[in-house]
């Protein structure tokens, strides 16, 4: 049977429950337990697929088609496991599938109500990952913050699941903040001890309190903690702020965070966590060798979280290269052909983002023109795919006007059009063409080579696709779609041969790739931007061979 390991939050939001999470589910599997990570969300939307970034950030695909909340990429890219539907559930999930159940006749005269129909729920879809024998720990990361209303169901069937299971099967980790008052040179307990008495009201006594501070705790300030929320003091865990996110799962080893939570579990503690690959990563990263500068350009820039996997899968890539990226913010909004070159000096590649709508779109062409007409590496990514392929066409082929039909449907060449199947739909809420599809290389392409296989299997997230009207013409010009889907003949990939790097994917790579297993794309696409950069240093009259300048 499985355990189970509930993550709350009090005092407030952004304390980094999912990387709390996500660090005591690898320092688990490291010790050879198979783990898993959920997450419930307290909103009323049905998944996080109709939100804007601004809203809630990047919105997470899984190898099923679930959109679901960005978390579950670090669940992803720390545990090197795919995630499902399962893993993200939220109070739209939980209430479409009661409602549903009520019309069906299913509650056979009964009144529904939170307690027991909703919780019944929640309790469901928290066993449900524990029942399929696959797991023998499960950790629950519970949305929001302690205190919030729409929170008070998730509580409340933690503390059920708690006596129906026992507490040598479950335990309750709280993350709270312990700040630190500059005047009174203080971290302050208090709104700590405010947050564990809330959850104590609702009937949920936390077995484990993480502190997140900015200041060194010293060991009275735990036995404080310790003292006023009841749990002993080896149980008060210190979580200072770190200068990566990776480093979180060594210092809460450091902490005991993965033993403590075994001893209460009574699971015995019979290894040392594998954590040797994780280290060498960690060394890279921190002490890289070469620099480049990276411009993503995007729309949603001024937001870190919009374009989250992206920014991580520049971080593997970056340290499998032994390279530090500096990822410089352009918004597509701000680029005219006037200032073109301007925003784009200095930066060795370009990473064209994905989006909805025509805000910012030519900036996004007028980029992806210059990279081409440049030879500076550039990677885009669904949308970014979709302007290389109609920057080719107006500036390539002269098709004057071609667009996507998403930004202009009465454009005269409609290069990019809407796929067959989503003419028919009318909703929003997870009818994009969505999850893994299998896509098959040509043989000899550069792509190819970059994954070194024959056919890969890549996640979408879209409606619009590649015209095939257009196919012919663009090759005779000279790009090649060097992936396809095998069944349905769609263009996932094109490139251009003899640019230094010029790969555009209407999926989206960055949802694959992890600490243990980076991107293959990403990867090379930052050893061309270090090649590219290595090039600019040498000065053109006393350029040396390709072969000398990248020893690599
Ligand atoms: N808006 C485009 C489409 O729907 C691209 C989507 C994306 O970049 N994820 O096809």
């Known amino acids: 049977m499985a355990k189970y390991i509930f993550v709350t939050g009090g005092v407030t939001s952004s304390l980094g429950k ?21 997450k419930f969300d307290p ?8 939100l804007n970034p601004y809203e809630h950030g990047e919105c997470y695909v899984t190898e099923d088609g ?37 019309r069906e006749g299913a509650y056979l005269g009964k009144t529904v109500q939170v307690i027991p129909h909703i919780t019944d729920e929640i309790k469901r879809r928290i066993l449900i990952l524990g029942n399929e024998g696959h797991f023998d720990i499960v950790i629950t990361e519970l949305g929001g913050t302690v205190g919030d209303i729409e929170s008070l169901p998730y509580i409340e069937a933690v503390r ?70 009841n749990v002993t003091v080896d149980s008060v865990i210190e979580a200072n702020d770190v200068s990566t996110i990776y480093e979180v799962p060594l210092e809460m080893l450091r902490e005991r965070l993965d033993t403590i939570c075994l001893q209460k579990l009574h699971i015995p503690v019979t290894r040392d966590p594998e954590m040797s690959r994780w280290r060498e990563f960690l060394d890279k990263l921190k002490y890289p060798k070469s620099r480049v500068t990276i411009g993503l350009i995007g729309k949603y820039v001024e937001l870190q979280d919009a374009y989250k996997s992206i920014l ?30 301007e925003k784009l000096a200095g930066l060795d590649g370009l990473l064209v983002a994905p989006g909805f709508g025509p805000r910012g779109i030519e900036g996004k062409i007028m980029a992806i023109r210059y990279a081409r007409e440049h030879q500076i590496p550039f990677f885009g990514i669904c ?91 663009m090759e005779e010009a000279g790009m090649v779609a060097s992936g396809k889907n095998p069944a349905t003949d769609l263009v996932e990939i094109i490139e251009l041969p003899g640019h230094p790097f010029f790969v555009g994917t209407q999926f989206h790579p960055e949802l694959k790739s992890t600490v243990e297993k980076p991107h293959p794309l990403f990867v090379e696409f930052i050893r061309a931007a270090k090649g590219f950069s290595e090039k600019k240093k040498v000065p053109t009259s006393f350029a040396l061979p390709e072969s000398v300048v990248h020893p690599d």
């Not at 909103?43 to 109709?50: A, C, E, F, L, S």
């Not at 991580?312 to 073109?340: D, L, P, R, W, Y």
């Not at 930004?407 to 997870?430: A, C, F, H, R, W």
């Open 160 to 229: 059920q699941l708690q006596w129906e299971l026992g507490n040598e099967n479950c335990l309750v980790i709280h993350l709270t903040l312990i700040p630190y008052l500059k005047a009174a040179k203080e971290l302050k307990t208090k709104p700590t001890q405010h947050s564990v008495r809330m959850l104590s009201e609702n009937g949920v006594h936390p077995d484990v309190i993480v502190c997140r501070t900015e200041e060194p705790m010293y060991l009275d300030l735990k036995k404080k903690i310790a003292l006023f929320c």
């Open 43 to 50: 909103y009323i939307n049905v998944d996080p697929g109709t």
């Open 312 to 341: 991580e899968s520049f971080i593997h890539a970056g340290a499998m290269n032994e390279c530090k990226v500096v990822v410089q913010n352009v918004h597509s909004e701000f680029i005219t052909s006037e200032n073109v070159a």
């Open 66 to 102: 679930a959109e679901t909340d960005l978390d579950l990429g670090h669940y992803e890219r720390f545990l090197n496991h795919p995630t499902s539907q399962a893993n993200n559930v939220t109070t739209g999930k939980i209430y479409q599938t009661v409602i549903n159940k009520e």
């Open 18 to 38: 999912g990387i709390i999470a996500a660090s005591l589910a690898k320092l688990l599997q490291a010790r050879g337990l198979r783990v898993t990570i959920q």
């Open 383 to 473: 949308l970014g795919m979709q302007c290389a392929v109609i920057e080719f066409s107006r500036n390539v082929l002269g098709l004057a006007g071609a667009h996507s039909t998403e930004m202009n449907p009465d454009s005269p060449y409609p290069v990019i059009d809407l796929m067959e199947e989503q003419k028919k739909i009318t909703t929003k809420g997870g009818t994009m063409r969505l999850g893994a599809y299998p896509c098959e290389l040509t043989p000899g392409s550069l792509v190819q080579k970059m994954y070194n296989r024959s056919s890969i299997s890549e996640r979408h997230r879209h409606r619009y696709e590649f015209n095939n009207k257009y196919l012919h013409q």
